[in-house]
C-alpha cells in the first residue's frame, strides 16, 4: 500500500476515533458531572475527603495491575493468542495480590489518616483490583485496533450504572458508601463489555516465557506509573494528614472540578495519538506535525476554559456546589492555571512512550513526584491549603516544561516551535479573563447564576474575537492542518 492510501486509511480511522471517544467523552462526562454535582449537595466535604484518603491507595494498587503491559501491547502492536493469554492472567494474579495487599494496609493508612472508617472502605476497593486486572488486555486490544466504538459504549453503558448506583445509595443515608460503590460497580460492567466486545477470549496455559521480550518496557512504564501516581496523589498523604478530610474535600472538589475538564478533552488526543504515533514513529517529519497539531488543538480548547474558570471561580463553586464548598474557591483559581499548562503539554508523555523511552519517563516521574511532595508539605506549612495550591502550580509549570523539552529532542523539533504554536491561545485567554474578571465586577448586583451564564458568554466571545484579531493566520493554519491531517 503507498504512503498516501495508508495516510488516509490512517488518517480515516484516527478521525473515526475521535469522534467516537469524544461524543462518549461527552456523553460520560456529563452524566457523571450531574450526577457529583448531586452527590456534592447529598454529601458533606468531610465524606469525599474521607473517600479521597482510602481511594489514594488503590490508585497506586492499580498501577502494578496495568504493569505497563497494555501500553506494551499497543507499542508493540502484539496479537498472538499465547502472549495476550499470558498477559491476561499475569494481570488478574497482580490484581488479586493487590487487592490483598489494599487490605492489609488498610489498618496503616486508618491510623496515619487518624480515621478509623478508611479500614472498612478499603474492601469494595480491593475487590475492584480484581476487575481492573481482568479489563487490561481486553482494552490494549480496542486500543491497539483503533477499536474506540465498542471502548466507547462499553464505558458509558458502565459509568451509568455507576452513577445511577451512586444516587440510589446516597438516597439511602449510607454517606460515603455511595462513593466507594461507584467505581467497583462501573469497571465491573465495564470490563465485562469490552471482553465481549475485543472478539478475544484467553486461554488456560500462560507461559511466562512470552514476557520477556516486553518486560524492558513495562518494567520501566510501571516504575514511571507507580511514581507518577504517587505524585499525583501526593495532596492527599499531605493535605488529609495536616490539614483533615474537609480541607483534603474541598481541594479534591477544585483538582476534579478542573481534572474533569483536562481528562474530557485531552485523553481523548491522547488515547488516539498514541496507537496513531506508534505507527508513525519511522516516519519524524509526519509524526512531529501531528503532535503540534494535536497539542495546539488541545491548548486552544482547554487553555481557555481553564483562565475562564478560573476568572469566575467564586460563582463556578457556589452555582455548582453551593456555599458549604467555599474552601475551594481559591484553590481552584489557582488549580485552574495549573491545569491550563498541563494540559496544552499533556500529550509530551505520549511521545517518550511512543520511541519506547521508559527510562526517560520514569526519571522524569520520580523528579516530579519528589517535588510535588516537597511542594505540597511546604506550601501546606507555610500557606494552608492556599499555600499548597500556590506551590503545586510553580512546579506543575516547571516539570511539565522539562518533559516536553525531552519529547522536542526526541522527535528533533525545537523547544520554541513548540511554545510559538501555544503562544496564541495562553495570550488569548490570559486577555479574555482580565475582561471576565471585570465583568464580574461590572454585574455584582446580579444573581450568581445570571452573572455566570452572562460572564461566559463574554468570555467565549472575547475569546474567539482575540484569537481572530491577533492570531487569525496562526488559527486558520492550525484548522487547516487538522484537515490535512485527518
Not at 465481549?196 to 477470549?201: D, K, L, M, P, V
Not at 511521545?351 to 517535588?371: C, E, H, M, P, Q
Not at 458568554?457 to 474567539?464: D, T
Amino acid at each position: 500500500m503507498n504512503d498516501n492510501k495508508r495516510s488516509e486509511n490512517l488518517g480515516g480511522k484516527a478521525v473515526k476515533s475521535v469522534a467516537w471517544l469524544s461524543v462518549g467523552q461527552l456523553c460520560r462526562q456529563a452524566f457523571a458531572f450531574g450526577t457529583n454535582l448531586i452527590l456534592a449537595r447529598m454529601l458533606v466535604p468531610d465524606d469525599f475527603g474521607l473517600f479521597g484518603m482510602t481511594y489514594v491507595a488503590a490508585e497506586i494498587a492499580q498501577v502494578f495491575i496495568a504493569f505497563g503491559l497494555g501500553a506494551t501491547i499497543v507499542q508493540r502492536q502484539v496479537t498472538a493468542p499465547a502472549v495476550l493469554t499470558t498477559c491476561f492472567w499475569f494481570n488478574v494474579a497482580v490484581g488479586a495480590a493487590a487487592g490483598v495487599c489494599l487490605i492489609v494496609t488498610g489498618p496503616a493508612l486508618s491510623a496515619y489518616f487518624g480515621r478509623v472508617e478508611v479500614n472498612d472502605l478499603v474492601l469494595p476497593l480491593a475487590f475492584n483490583m480484581l476487575v481492573a486486572g481482568a479489563s487490561v488486555v481486553p482494552q490494549a486490544l480496542l486500543t491497539q485496533q483503533l477499536r474506540f466504538e465498542s471502548m466507547t459504549i462499553a464505558q458509558i453503558v458502565g459509568s451509568v450504572v455507576a452513577s445511577v448506583t451512586a444516587l440510589v445509595l446516597a438516597t439511602a443515608g449510607v454517606g460515603v458508601w455511595a462513593l466507594a460503590a461507584q467505581p467497583l460497580v462501573g469497571n465491573i460492567v465495564t470490563g465485562a463489555m469490552m471482553l465481549h466486545e475485543c472478539r478475544w477470549r484467553p486461554g488456560f496455559k500462560p507461559a511466562l516465557r512470552h514476557l520477556t521480550g516486553m518486560l524492558n518496557l513495562s518494567l520501566n512504564l510501571l516504575g514511571s506509573n507507580l511514581v507518577a501516581t504517587a505524585g499525583r496523589n501526593m495532596h492527599t498523604f499531605v493535605i488529609g494528614r495536616f490539614l483533615g478530610a474537609s480541607a483534603l474535600g474541598a481541594y479534591g472538589l477544585a483538582s476534579g472540578l478542573t481534572g474533569t475538564v483536562l481528562f474530557q478533552i485531552t485523553s481523548v488526543i491522547v488515547r488516539v495519538l498514541f496507537p496513531t504515533l506508534s505507527v508513525l514513529k519511522n516516519e519524524p517529519e509526519r509524526l512531529a506535525t501531528a503532535w503540534l497539531t494535536a497539542n495546539a488543538a488541545v491548548a486552544i480548547t482547554t487553555v481557555p476554559i481553564m483562565f475562564g474558570t478560573a476568572a469566575l471561580a467564586p460563582d463556578v463553586v457556589r452555582v455548582l456546589f453551593g456555599n458549604q464548598w467555599d474552601m475551594a474557591i481559591d484553590v481552584l483559581r489557582i488549580l485552574a492555571v495549573s491545569m491550563a499548562v498541563q494540559s496544552a503539554l499533556t500529550t509530551s508523555g505520549t511521545v517518550l512512550l511512543t520511541f519506547g523511552r521508559g527510562d526517560l519517563l520514569l526519571k522524569t516521574s520520580v523528579v516530579t513526584a519528589v517535588l510535588t511532595g516537597i511542594a505540597y508539605l511546604s506550601g501546606t506549612v507555610l500557606g494552608g491549603l492556599v499555600g499548597a495550591a500556590w506551590c503545586y502550580l510553580v512546579v506543575c509549570v516547571g516539570t511539565h516544561l522539562w518533559m516536553a523539552a525531552l519529547a522536542c529532542k526526541e522527535i528533533a523539533l525545537p523547544l520554541r516551535v513548540l511554545v510559538k504554536q501555544l503562544a496564541p491561545p495562553f495570550l488569548c485567554s490570559a486577555a479574555m479573563a482580565l475582561v471576565v474578571h471585570a465583568t464580574v465586577v461590572q454585574l455584582a448586583a446580579y444573581p450568581p447564576f445570571v452573572r455566570l451564564m452572562l460572564c461566559a458568554i463574554v468570555g467565549a466571545s472575547v475569546y474567539v474575537a482575540l484569537l481572530l484579531a491577533f492570531a487569525r493566520p496562526a488559527t486558520i493554519a492550525l484548522f487547516n492542518r487538522i484537515r490535512q491531517q485527518f
